[in-house]
């Protein structure tokens, strides 16, 4: 474990930075018409969903078939990309094709 040590100074200069960051966000979030980060699905939701295995999931973001947003190693879906291809991953799995 390292132990860091710095300036009261700096930390409240940085305690005061994130503050304001996180004010920012808000901001944001309610100029959006209130919408939300915590509406967003992760890799697990999305599959239960869809019914798909995390492989089929992987393959839809690789040929661009489904968004996504990725925040250091964690993937992040909207709800209305998902709906949006239901019906594609229904078709595909009836044989029917795109």
């Not at 699905?41 to 078939?65: A, F, G, H, K, Y």
């Amino acid at each position: 474990m390292e132990v860091l040590i710095f300036q009261k100074e700096a930390f409240e200069e940085m305690a005061a930075k994130f503050s304001r960051f996180s004010d920012r966000v808000n901001e944001l979030l309610a100029k959006q018409g209130g919408k939300s980060l915590n509406r967003w699905m992760d890799n697990q939701e999305v599959c239960q969903q869809l019914n798909i295995s995390p492989r089929t999931l992987q393959t839809l973001r690789d040929n661009d078939t489904l968004a996504y947003s990725q925040i250091n190693h964690k993937v992040f879906y909207r709800p209305e990309d998902v709906l949006r291809i239901v019906k594609p991953v229904e078709n595909r799995r009836a044989g029917k094709g795109s």
